[in-house]
Nanobody
């Protein structure tokens, strides 16, 4: 059974950094596009960053220059380094694995709260 497990969420102050991790099991990790999404209260889930199987990252404008996605195919892990955190970054962050249109898996989410 495919599992994605996120970790690293916490309560931090504005301007601080966090590193989220996601570990995958029972998945041919190296062929999947991995992604981080987030969902704030009352808002739809939104894409934060993607990384291709070969390691090419893509992130959205709202986090460009602050967040960095990376992956380690040997460890079956994907990371999200978040710097200069803002209160508007507060959300539940979800790990996603996608291969084609058929295989699409989600983790259970990890809470990130940015508040002074």
């Amino acid at each position: 059974q495919v599992q994605l497990v996120e970790s690293g969420g916490a309560l931090v102050q504005p301007g601080e950094s966090l590193r989220l991790s996601c570990t995958a099991s029972d998945i041919l990790f190296s062929v999947f596009t991995m992604g981080w999404y987030r969902q704030a209260p009352g808002k739809p889930r939104e894409l934060v960053a993607l990384i291709t199987p070969a390691g090419t990252p893509t992130d959205v404008n709202s986090v460009k220059g602050r967040f960095t996605i990376s992956r380690d195919n040997a460890k079956k892990m994907v990371y999200l380094q978040m710097n200069s955190l803002k209160p508007e970054d507060t959300a539940v962050y979800y790990c996603n694995a996608q291969y084609g249109e058929t295989y699409n898996y989600w983790g259970q989410g990890t809470q990130v709260t940015v508040s002074s």
